[in-house]
């Protein structure tokens, strides 16, 4: 069964500090990884996106890596700001012609001043 | 930069009323999408179409129906709200091919029904 499993749930943290997202996924067969940054109330918004050829990717203080061997990846947000605090979806798709794709739950991001 | 505009951000209907939700994207995407999200469940999809006047049933289709006339337009469609369609529904669009970079979505609709 395809599925996408983030972890963690949630997390806080402080201001200036730098923090990792984990994503594992059972998604076969694998066409690309993406990562959307979701703030309350709107609609979702692509921060990367990842083939199968590429194991990092940066947009800012974002960085997003993959391992296709491992099935994982991970967000990595780096000098954090309130602006930050947002749920970070992980999504992958099938390889398929319609588009359709596979979400995580998110993990809902809270930065503190 | 792909826009997918959804005509309402926020909505409340009464039990029983039929309810539209408009989509329009202004890139010539093929594929348009319908989720809804909720707490704890993530986005799940309601309905997909891949061309003019098709469409396919997504994971949830129970309750609802979808009619794309256009191709830069998807409507989804409660024909009689109930409570429990209460909840925040996002449209989507992407261009056809596998491992597509286009995929956007809109910002959403949240919709409650009393």
């Known amino acids: 069964k395809n599925q996408v499993e983030q972890s963690p749930q949630s997390l806080i943290i402080l201001e200036g500090k730098n923090c990792t997202l984990q994503c594992n996924y059972t998604v076969s067969p694998f066409s690309n990884l993406r990562w959307y940054k979701q703030d309350t109330g709107r609609g979702p918004v692509s921060l990367t996106i990842?083939?199968?050829?590429?194991n990092t990717k940066s947009n800012g203080r974002y960085t997003a890596t993959l391992d296709a061997d491992t099935k994982q990846s991970s967000l990595h947000i780096t000098a954090s700001q309130l602006s930050d605090s947002a749920s970070y979806i992980c999504?992958?798709?099938?390889?398929?012609?319609?588009?359709?794709?596979?979400f995580g739950q998110g993990t809902t991001l809270q930065v503190k001043p | 930069d792909v826009k997918v505009t959804q005509s309402s951000r926020y909505l409340v209907k009464r039990t029983g009323e039929k309810v539209f939700l408009e989509c329009v994207q202004d890139m010539d995407h093929e594929n348009m999408f319908w989720y809804r999200q909720d707490p704890g469940l993530g986005l799940r999809l309601i309905y997909f179409?891949?061309?003019?006047?098709?469409?396919e049933k997504g994971d949830i289709p129970e309750g609802y129906s979808v009619s794309r006339e256009k191709k830069e337009r998807f409507s989804l469609i409660l024909e009689s709200a109930s409570t429990n369609q209460t909840s925040m529904y996002l449209c989507a669009s992407a261009d056809p091919y596998p491992g597509s970079y286009g995929y956007t979505f809109g910002s959403g609709t949240r919709l409650t029904v009393v």
């Open positions: 179409s891949y061309d003019v006047k098709m469409k």
């Open positions: 990842m083939t199968f050829s590429e």
């Open positions: 999504v992958v798709s099938a390889r398929s012609n319609t588009g359709k794709l596979i």
